[in-house]
């Protein structure tokens, strides 16, 4: 039965944005496409991984040097430092897991992550007219029970350094998945360049280029993304430090956008002590139960990194993330 998993069926006409097509596509705000399920891969691939992005929206701040760059802009990898480690739970059903490394070697940087997700799928609820079984794309049905464990889990290495004024890097992957008693493995590259003219860093990235995992006698694509994200440098207003992040996204499996932007204001009564609020929005396809805004808190105290995010659903409980970390 777990071979009829998934569609092995893909479009062939997606078409892949140019460099000039994704800067005036941060102009359109795109319109809904329905997606109740997916015939791609890992899920883990496309939710938040780290706790300070999810506050913003899942827009990762370019700016912050965080070892979190590995799993979103490889471009900004040559000066990572420190270590993190977060904790999502959907409930009691579902547990994500994320943890990185980085610092310097050689003329650049060098990051390592692990990402996991456990949850559970119902295959009475899967079924469709044609007789095949889909994963649900809804992050919201993560907070479900199902009769049938699902694994995934991808390890992240990757290395930037600056070359003539731009900042380059490359991520390697190794992605699993377990389906049942079913699993296979597959690897993964992701390429992101990076610069800052003026206070704002830009990046471009593509991620998730590979084969197809191998589900029974299904392929299972992987969730190709091309990502235009920028920052900018933190601005002292008063008392208070503010920094923005937004992000353009384009999926390849269902050629859609997903645009997404956050603020982030710090206040600081004692050097070394600072006090960070958050606040993102994000477009949600159709089909998707998550609320458009999250929210987050931070606490820098030295060299200790304490966050805190919340994602809401249009019904049910919401999610809480904590992460920890160390610069």
């Known amino acids: 039965m777990t071979a009829l998993l998934f569609d092995k069926t893909t479009s062939s006409t997606h078409r892949k944005p140019t460099l ?67 904790i999502q739970r959907f ?14 070697w050689g003329s650049g940087g060098v990051a390592l992550g692990v990402q996991h ?34 694994s995934e889990l991808a390890v992240s290495l990757g290395y930037g350094r600056s070359v003539k004024g731009i900042q380059a890097g490359v991520v390697g992957k190794l992605i699993e998945q377990r389906f049942g008693r079913q699993k296979d493995a597959t690897g993964a590259v992701d390429i992101g360049l990076a610069a800052s003219p003026g206070p704002v860093v830009v990046g471009l990235a593509v991620q998730n280029l590979g084969e197809s995992l191998t589900i029974g006698t299904d392929d299972v694509p992987l969730p190709v993304r091309y990502s235009l994200g920028a920052s900018t440098q933190t601005a002292q207003v008063g008392p208070l430090d503010l920094s923005a992040s937004g992000a353009l996204v384009y999926r390849e499996e269902e050629s859609d956008l997903i645009p997404s932007m956050g603020l982030e204001v710090a206040y600081w009564p004692v050097t070394g002590r600072t006090f960070i609020g958050r606040v993102g929005v994000r477009h949600l396809t159709d089909g998707q139960s998550a609320s458009a805004f999250t929210f987050g808190a931070g606490f820098r105290g030295d060299n200790i990194l304490l966050d805190y995010a919340y994602e809401g659903f249009k019904t049910g409980s919401p999610t809480h993330r904590i992460g920890i970390g160390w610069r």
């Open 91 to 104: 409930g009691t059903p579902s547990t994500h897991v994320v943890a990185s490394a980085g610092g310097s």
């Open 20 to 86: 000039l097509g994704l800067f005036a596509l941060l102009l359109v705000w795109p319109l809904p496409v329905e997606a109740q399920s997916r015939t791609w891969g890992p899920i883990l691939l496309e939710i938040p991984s780290s706790t300070r992005a999810l506050g913003l929206g899942n827009s990762f701040s370019l700016t912050s040097g965080l070892s979190e760059a590995v799993f979103y802009q490889p471009g900004a990898l040559n000066r990572v430092q420190g270590y993190s480690a977060s």
């Open 117 to 150: 997700l456990s949850f559970g799928v119902d295959v009475n609820d899967l079924l469709v007219d044609d007789g095949l079984l889909h994963l649900p794309a809804d992050i919201g049905s993560l907070r479900t029970n199902g009769n049938i464990a699902v």
